[in-house]
């Protein structure tokens, strides 16, 4: 299989990319109090130095009460601002392109025994479907939403690229989603996934507002949520387009329809992958992403399972048949910045990625 597709320039507005492989966002935790250090910068950097296209940050969350669930997760807000200035600055000084991924995450638990309080979510319901706190409030909505429409302006000032919403796996946009964790019956939820869009709808809008029409948002997406793996928001074609066409229409540019395996159908009857339905139902951009360079999937992989390089062929097969515009890579740029250059020129020293790495900003 040829690279030529990968290493073709994409442009959406005014992002203009060298090539079509995206840094996947991949949480660190290693901004002290939520403020990103030289050391942040520096990693970035790095991957901009060996040749990715678009890099997306790791999580960063919008000024709301609980909205992390680590202490060491970025903030974007506040003192955080004119630190991303300088990581953008490291990324630009490289040739390198950034956005970041904004994000709230909702009901999700801590791993290390953080504690910010009372969490939010749209019925009060944990992600075991527990109830556990007071359900979101009209107010605590609309000051969600301004938190997130800040966020994309504080990105556009701060010199940022683009932006990514983080609408998957789980996290508070996702649960507004899924019918298993929004229960609401006013005009937040509703028995179809069109009415379940709204809240993800009324972000978009006011991002867009903000940023203006030219800056690209994209949106990440995923069936899948932390331990129900076999989770589906959108059970038929016909549901994903009602899913996802209300974003497209409200201001988003680019899907990132994450996945596990990005190999895998989403539904019976084809081999698209989740990305490729989303491109096929809407002719929207969109970004693939799942396991891509790599034997095992990323949940093995944090949880301690050894991934080995693995070819490219099905990827680009996929890539050339149109079934996507870009392709995110998470793991395989942990354990090597220089991997979409090795990609490039064809060399064969590609790294195993092991959950050791995580332990640094390598």
């Given at each position: 299989?040829?690279?030529?597709?990968?290493?073709?320039?994409?442009?959406?507005?005014?992002?203009?990319?060298?090539?079509?492989?995206?840094?996947?966002?991949?949480?660190?935790?290693?901004?002290?109090?939520?403020?990103p250090t030289q050391d942040?910068?520096?990693?970035?950097?790095?991957?901009?130095?060996?040749?990715?296209?678009?890099?997306?940050?790791?999580?960063?969350?919008?000024?709301?009460?609980?909205?992390?669930?680590?202490?060491?997760?970025?903030?974007?807000?506040?003192d955080a601002i004119p630190?991303?200035?300088?990581?953008?600055?490291?990324?630009?000084?490289?040739?390198?392109?950034?956005?970041?991924?904004?994000?709230?995450?909702?009901?999700?638990?801590?791993?290390?025994?953080?504690?910010?309080?009372?969490?939010?979510?749209?019925?009060?319901?944990?992600?075991?479907?527990?109830?556990?706190?007071?359900?979101?409030?009209?107010?605590?909505?609309?000051?969600?939403?301004?938190?997130?429409?800040?966020?994309?302006?504080?990105?556009?000032?701060?010199?940022?690229?683009?932006?990514?919403?983080?609408?998957?796996?789980?996290?508070?946009?996702?649960?507004?989603?899924?019918?298993?964790?929004?229960?609401?019956?006013?005009?937040?939820?509703?028995?179809?996934?069109?009415?379940?869009?709204?809240?993800?709808?009324?972000?978009?809008?006011?991002?867009?507002?903000?940023?203006?029409?030219?800056?690209?948002?994209?949106?990440?997406?995923?069936?899948?949520?932390?331990?129900?793996?076999?989770?589906?928001?959108?059970?038929?074609?016909?549901?994903?387009?009602?899913?996802?066409?209300?974003?497209?229409?409200?201001?988003?540019?680019?899907?990132?329809?994450?996945?596990?395996?990005?190999?895998?159908?989403?539904?019976?009857?084809?081999?698209?992958?989740?990305?490729?339905?989303?491109?096929?139902?809407?002719?929207?951009?969109?970004?693939?992403?799942?396991?891509?360079?790599?034997?095992?999937?990323?949940?093995?992989?944090?949880?301690?399972?050894?991934?080995?390089?693995?070819?490219?062929?099905?990827?680009?097969?996929?890539?050339?048949?149109?079934?996507?515009?870009?392709?995110?890579?998470?793991?395989?740029?942990?354990?090597?910045?220089q991997w979409v250059e090795?990609?490039?020129?064809?060399?064969?020293?590609?790294?195993?990625?092991?959950?050791?790495?995580?332990?640094?900003?390598?």
């Open positions: 299989m040829s690279l030529d597709t990968l290493f073709s320039p994409f442009g959406l507005k005014s992002l203009q990319l060298k090539n079509r492989i995206v840094m996947a966002p991949m949480t660190r935790q290693f901004s002290p109090h939520g403020v942040v910068a520096a990693y970035y950097q790095r991957r901009a130095e060996g040749g990715v296209g678009l890099i997306l940050t790791e999580g960063t969350v919008v000024e709301r009460p609980s909205s992390k669930n680590e202490r060491d997760i970025p903030n974007f807000y506040g630190a991303w200035k300088k990581v953008v600055e490291s990324v630009h000084a490289k040739g390198g392109l950034i956005a970041p991924q904004i994000w709230h995450t909702g009901a999700a638990s801590s791993q290390g025994g953080y504690d910010a309080g009372p969490k939010e979510s749209p019925s009060g319901l944990d992600l075991e479907l527990k109830s556990q706190w007071s359900p979101m409030t009209e107010a605590d909505i609309a000051d969600t939403i301004a938190a997130f429409a800040r966020a994309a302006g504080d990105a556009k000032v701060a010199g940022f690229d683009a932006i990514e919403l983080h609408g998957a796996h789980g996290y508070l946009i996702d649960e507004f989603f899924w019918d298993k964790t929004n229960r609401r019956e006013d005009q937040w939820g509703g028995a179809s996934i069109g009415e379940r869009t709204r809240f993800a709808v009324e972000i978009i809008k006011a991002a867009r507002a903000v940023v203006g029409p030219d800056f690209p948002i994209i949106i990440r997406l995923s069936q899948f949520k932390p331990g129900a793996y076999d989770a589906k928001v959108a059970q038929t074609p016909d549901e994903l387009e009602a899913w996802v066409r209300p974003l497209l229409e409200a201001g988003a540019d680019i899907i990132h329809a994450s996945q596990r395996r990005f190999w895998e159908p989403e539904f019976d009857g084809s081999d698209l992958n989740f990305a490729g339905w989303v491109k096929k139902l809407t002719g929207a951009p969109v970004i693939t992403v799942g396991s891509v360079g790599l034997s095992g999937d990323f949940i093995n992989g944090f949880a301690g399972e050894k991934s080995e390089p693995s070819d490219l062929n099905e990827l680009l097969r996929r890539l050339d048949r149109g079934d996507f515009d870009l392709v995110a890579v998470g793991r395989a740029l942990i354990s090597d910045p090795k990609v490039r020129r064809g060399a064969d020293d590609f790294k195993s990625f092991e959950r050791t790495l995580l332990g640094s900003l390598y």
